[in-house]
């Protein structure tokens, strides 16, 4: 069975630090995507970045960079240089390449960046 | 539109009667996915819709939960006789196709509706 794990319930950084969230993800197909989402107070879910399994690099967007370690099936999420308006909650995601295709969620992670 | 869009943002109804969600997905996208977001179970899918074909409704919780996809485009998702825990955040998402990539892996969310159930 599929499977997403978040185990940082709550998570503070200072702004302009930097702050990784973590995942790990339990699949034995081969091909999958990895994604984290974004959702702040308004309640809109937000891509970030998105990861394929075959893909040799770590995906960045900006400053956000995504820790893929197949072999340990994790993916974390780093985010650099804090900002006030990164407080969220962060739910990371798989999606599979058969079946239906929907997104795994993991429970989420709720960041908090301290001025 | 650019993006997903839902409506209502809000509902609120009486235990018992019958709702009716609506998702307009990002022109061009084939695929369309519901989702609910409760307190107790974090994000749960319902239903995928693919093109033309069959849809997936191996997550709807129970037969009082139904969808329908016309013209491949917009989408109703309807609860009858609803209870309360059906009180949750209703997303629909959409991509542009069957998953293989970045481009088609990716699903892009609506602001969701949030039912309240009295």
């Known amino acids: 069975a599929q499977k997403i794990t978040q185990t940082q319930p709550g998570m503070f950084v200072q702004e302009k630090e930097a702050v990784t969230l973590d995942c790990t993800y339990d699949?034995?197909?081969?091909?999958?995507?990895l994604f984290w989402y974004k959702q702040p107070s308004s309640g809109e879910m937000i891509f970030l970045i998105y990861?394929?399994?075959?893909?040799?690099q770590n995906a960045t967007e900006g400053r956000y960079s995504l820790n893929f370690q197949k072999a340990r099936k994790s993916a974390n999420l780093v985010i650099s240089a804090s900002q006030l308006g990164d407080s969220a909650m962060y739910f990371c995601?798989?999606?599979?390449?058969?079946?239906?295709?929907?997104?795994?969620f993991g429970t989420g992670t709720r960041l908090t960046v301290i001025p | 539109g650019a993006g997903v869009s839902q409506s209502p943002s809000n509902k609120v109804t009486e235990k018992g009667k019958d709702v009716e969600l609506r998702c307009d997905p990002i022109?061009?996208?084939?695929?369309l996915y519901w989702y609910r977001q409760s307190l107790g179970q974090g994000l749960e899918f319902l239903i995928y819709?693919?093109?033309?074909?069959?849809?997936?409704k191996s997550g709807l919780p129970s037969d009082r939960f139904s969808a329908e996809r016309t013209g491949g485009s917009v989408s109703t998702l309807t609860i009858q006789r609803t209870q309360q825990e059906d009180s949750a955040v209703y997303l629909c998402?959409?991509?542009?196709?069957?998953?293989?990539?970045?481009?088609?892996?990716?699903?892009?969310f609506g602001p969701g509706t949030r039912l309240t159930v009295l």
């Open positions: 998402a959409s991509t542009k196709g069957l998953a293989g990539g970045p481009n088609t892996d990716t699903q892009y």
């Open positions: 699949t034995s197909d081969p091909s999958y995507g």
């Open positions: 990861q394929g399994s075959y893909d040799q």
């Open positions: 995601a798989m999606r599979l390449r058969t079946g239906a295709n929907n997104l795994f």
């Open positions: 022109s061009g996208h084939t695929a």
């Open positions: 819709f693919q093109g033309n074909s069959a849809p997936d």
